[in-house]
C-alpha cells in the first residue's frame, strides 16, 4: 500500500519560515517525480514546485520562487519543501504527490487529474 506522509505543518508569523517533509512508504521515490502543491480555502488545488528524480530538474511555480526550495532523499524515501519568507496568502493544506511522468508535466494543470499518488496534506497557516 502507497502512502505519503505529510507533516511539518503549523501556524507561522508572516516573514517566518517552515519546513514540511513527505515520508513515502510502498513506493520506491527514485522512481518518480516529486512534487508539493497546495489548496488554500475555497480555491483549487495548485502546484507549488516539482523535482526530477535525480534532482537534476527543479522547477517552481512564479508565487514561490526565490522563498520556496524543494529537495528530496532517496535514501530516506522522503521528500522536503524549505519554505522562507512566508505570506499569509501562503496559507493552505500542503500536498505531497508522485508521479511517473515528467517533473516539467507535473506542473501543467491539466496532469493534476492524473497524479498517480498523493498524501493527505498538512494544513500551514501564516498569520500576518
Known amino acids: 500500500q502507497v502512502q505519503l506522509v505529510e507533516s511539518g505543518g503549523g501556524l507561522v508569523q508572516a516573514g517566518g519560515s517552515q519546513r514540511l517533509s513527505c515520508a513515502a512508504s510502498g513506493l520506491t521515490i527514485n522512481n518518480y517525480a516529486m512534487g508539493w502543491f497546495r489548496q488554500a480555502p475555497g480555491k483549487e488545488r495548485e502546484w507549488v514546485a516539482s523535482i526530477g528524480r535525480r534532482s537534476a530538474v527543479i522547477n517552481y511555480a512564479d508565487s514561490v520562487k526565490g522563498r520556496f526550495t524543494i529537495s528530496r532523499d532517496n535514501a530516506k524515501n522522503t521528500v522536503y519543501l524549505q519554505m522562507n519568507t512566508l505570506k499569509p496568502e501562503d496559507t493552505a493544506v500542503y500536498y505531497c504527490?508522485?508521479?511517473?511522468?515528467?517533473?516539467?508535466?507535473?506542473?501543467?494543470?491539466?496532469?493534476?487529474?492524473?497524479?498517480?499518488?498523493w498524501g493527505k496534506g498538512t494544513l500551514v497557516t501564516v498569520s500576518s
Open positions: 504527490a508522485a508521479d511517473h511522468g515528467t517533473v516539467q508535466a507535473m506542473g501543467a494543470p491539466s496532469r493534476l487529474s492524473g497524479i498517480d499518488y
